[in-house]
């Protein structure tokens, strides 16, 4: 397994790879891996073939925090998830700097966004604004760098693959987006870098995220007619909150293509949420 931190190194690589007719997978990460990643690492193995290879980034996109957000803290292990990505089989693990990436940035000499206008407005992208023009200009950047035919994605972040496919087609990317399930712990919850925040005690009360989402499930499927969005959330919030740490920041019932949000939910729609347990902000989606 090739380490390489250079952009230049990264993407002579790549086109070397083009010209010898390797097929490239993609899986772009901010590292601390966990089992949810690897099973996009070996889903990218499974997209490209033997002869394939599998590159994954790992770099903490400072473009994609917004000012009070987590980015000096989010957890960082790079000896460890060398470890798994030579443990999964990857054949080259990306490593950019900001410096490489983001040129000028500090002096606010850097210019270039790559914005998607539609997709990205509600949920994360309402209560995060800047967020969605941070992950879509560096999921470019990156493209571009390594050069994929194919790039999975995990759909524990629904709607940031829903935004890529959409950048993906609306800017001509030559390659294919491959949406990978949500892995999960024993009692539901997510995996995700940021449950290493979690408190022993808010660690039992984060599985109210899935706890949420099994039950609009179960009441939608049972009912006999369209539920009201409006009643569900209420009865759903209440639910959260009853853990002491857990505070809702949105729920929001959605049509799975366009994302927008439907006043009455029925199966086939999609739920997204967003929830505060403690400091830590954990969000979660499930269809209906
Ligand atoms: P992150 O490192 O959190 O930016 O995530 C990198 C990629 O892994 C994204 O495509 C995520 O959607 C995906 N991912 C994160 N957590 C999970 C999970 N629990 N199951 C599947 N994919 C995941």
């Not at 230049?8 to 083009?18: I, S, T």
């Not at 509600?122 to 209560?127: K, N, T, V, W």
């Not at 992950?135 to 035919?149: E, I, S, Y």
């Not at 609306?170 to 024993?186: G, S």
Request: charged content about 25%.
């Amino acid at each position: 397994m090739r380490v390489i931190q250079s952009l230049q190194a990264m993407q002579r690589q790549a086109l070397k790879w083009r010209a010898e007719r390797r097929t490239i997978g993609f899986v772009p990460t901010m590292g601390y891996l966990h089992e949810g990643h690897l099973s996009l690492v070996r889903r990218a193995r499974r997209a490209v073939g033997p002869n394939g290879v599998v590159v994954v980034s790992i770099y903490v996109n400072p473009t994609q925090f917004g000012p009070q957000e987590d980015l000096a803290r989010y957890p960082r292990d790079l000896p460890r998830d060398l470890q798994l990505c030579r443990g999964a089989g990857v054949d080259v693990v990306f490593t950019p700097s900001d410096e490489a990436m983001y040129p000028g940035r500090a002096t606010g000499d850097y210019s270039t966004y790559v914005v998607e206008e539609q997709l990205s407005r509600g949920m994360e992208g309402a209560s995060r604004p800047t967020h969605f023009r941070g992950v879509t200009t560096v999921v470019a950047k990156l493209f571009l760098l390594v050069q994929p035919h194919v790039a999975v994605f995990g759909e524990k972040d629904y709607q940031q693959a829903a935004i890529i496919r959409r950048m993906t087609r609306d800017l001509n990317f030559p390659l294919r987006i491959v949406v990978a399930p949500t892995c999960r712990e024993a009692d539901g919850l997510a995996m995700s870098s940021r449950n290493k925040y979690l408190t022993p005690e808010q660690r039992q009360q984060a599985v109210c995220l899935y706890r949420a989402l099994c039950h609009a499930r179960e009441i939608v499927r049972q009912a006999p007619h369209p539920v009201d969005a409006h009643q569900l959330r209420i009865k759903l919030r209440q639910e959260i909150e009853a853990r002491p740490e857990a505070r809702v920041d949105y729920i929001e019932f959605f049509d799975p293509d366009t994302l927008r949000p439907q006043a009455r939910v029925m199966p086939g729609h999609r739920m997204a949420l967003a929830v505060w347990v403690g400091t830590t902000r954990l969000i979660d989606n499930a269809a209906l």
